[in-house]
């Protein structure tokens, strides 16, 4: 057995993780992104076995087991279905402003029903015109009396018109740039508010992606998370940890595609023996093993730094780098898994085509990776480093 970094409680509940994946998830992950449709059986299957508790505080109904664990359990999820690791991820990505920023009020009002899987989240902040440049949103709130009126289109959200509670990020103050963002939570039942369409992807096919119009929308003033003007640090300090929950999904689908590809080739004979002899494939085999063991270094690293309470900058580089390169293993593991497979990776039948698929969003959503080196390299143009040159 290889070297384990997790404690017993963690490996133990990944054991408990995998088994639910392995005989009620794998086997439904082809007809998930066969059909298109929200796998609602799988949302009922970990409310039932308690998933949804994972990224929530015991006080809120959730399992207390820190962050770590919800990757290690997104992960373990992604390797075999990268749309229903979403609906553990996207339940924490759209809880954490609350979390984060939220009061104890408006925590014990909806916490507890994203940890029971009663209502499922969403996370609203990019536009048709602001993906990258969030801060050029133009989604408006004005304060009328006891309630905030929204106006404006959210483009691209992820659980649209599954989720019961979205985390919405508009402007209070047009003129004020990024400061002049603020943070609200919506109802799905806020008058004024609807979906007005879902995309077909690529990938992650049964996970909803669509088109939020908030037309006049009416939310209650103590719907505001934090105060006026704070929803765009909110936002940021959201990403810091969310973005490790993509890279966990990435280094899912890398490993799976690695493990599914390992498993063929043993079997497979070219030439009068399996293809795992033949150096040029076991080559890629160890490639892949290797990438996804330093992915899993960075990983664990930051799930670590967050249960320790790291914030700010030093989180910020190490989420980004995870989910840089955890995403970037993840699209060389699948399409090498594909290669290793030969004709058959390139057919339905076998799931490493819909792997390759699904990886290719991880280098895209929650900040392209483009985006992630930029953060990255500002961090490291931030930081005071004693030069072996003698430089300053
Ligand atoms: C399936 C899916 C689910 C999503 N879920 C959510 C969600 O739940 N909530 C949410 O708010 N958003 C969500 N998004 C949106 C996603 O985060 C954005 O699409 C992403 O951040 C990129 O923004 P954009 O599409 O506007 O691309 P753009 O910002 O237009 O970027 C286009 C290209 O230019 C590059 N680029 C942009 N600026 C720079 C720069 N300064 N330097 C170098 N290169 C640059 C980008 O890297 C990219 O390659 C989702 C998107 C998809 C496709």
Not at 162 to 178: C, E, I, M, N, P
Not at 354 to 374: F, V
């Amino acid at each position: 057995m290889g070297y384990e970094p997790l404690t017993a409680e963690q490996r133990e509940l990944r054991a408990a993780v995998r088994a639910l994946v392995r005989e009620k998830v794998a086997p439904r992950a082809a007809a998930i992104d066969e059909s298109h449709e929200f796998p609602w059986d799988v949302v009922e299957l970990f409310r039932e076995a308690g998933v949804f508790g994972l990224p929530f505080e015991e006080r809120h109904g959730g399992t207390g087991t820190g962050t770590l664990m919800v990757l290690v359990a997104a992960e373990e999820i992604a390797k075999a279905c990268a749309t229903s690791s979403l609906l553990l991820l996207v339940q924490e990505l759209g809880s954490l402003a609350l979390k984060l920023a939220g009061s104890e009020e408006q925590k014990a009002r909806y916490l507890p029903k994203f940890a029971s899987g009663e209502w499922l989240a969403a996370y609203a902040l990019t536009e048709a015109g602001s993906g990258s440049d969030s801060a050029a949103m133009r989604t408006t709130a004005r304060r009328d009396g006891d309630s905030y009126v929204l106006d404006g289109t959210k483009r691209f959200i992820t659980n649209a018109g599954v989720a019961s509670l979205y985390t919405v990020f508009a402007k209070t103050d047009g003129d004020a740039g990024h400061r002049g963002v603020s943070c609200f939570l919506v109802e799905a039942g806020a008058p004024g508010f609807s979906v007005a369409r879902l995309e077909p992807k690529m990938g992650i096919a049964g996970s909803t992606t669509g088109e939020l119009v908030l037309a006049g929308c009416r939310v209650p003033a103590g719907n505001l998370v934090g105060e006026e003007g704070e929803g765009f640090a909110i936002a940021m300090r959201v990403l810091d940890r969310s973005r490790p929950g993509v890279a966990a999904q990435a280094l899912g689908l890398a490993q799976g595609a690695t493990d599914y590809a390992l498993e063929y080739a043993k079997t497979r004979e070219t030439f009068g023996k399996p293809i795992a002899q033949h150096q040029l494939v076991a080559a890629k085999l160890a490639d892949m093993e290797t990438r996804c063991e330093a992915a899993r270094g960075l990983l664990y690293r930051v799930g670590q730094m967050i249960d320790e309470g790291v914030e700010g900058p030093a989180l910020t580089k190490a989420a980004a780098m995870a989910k840089l390169f955890c995403s970037d293993v993840a699209m060389e593991a699948t399409t090498e898994a594909v290669q290793v497979l030969g004709g058959y990776g390139y057919i339905r039948e076998y799931p490493v085509e819909r792997m390759m698929r699904d990886a290719k969003i991880t280098q895209i959503y929650e900040g392209t990776n483009e985006i992630q080196r930029l953060v990255i390299a500002r961090e490291m143009l931030r930081e005071s480093r004693a030069s072996a040159l003698g430089a300053a």
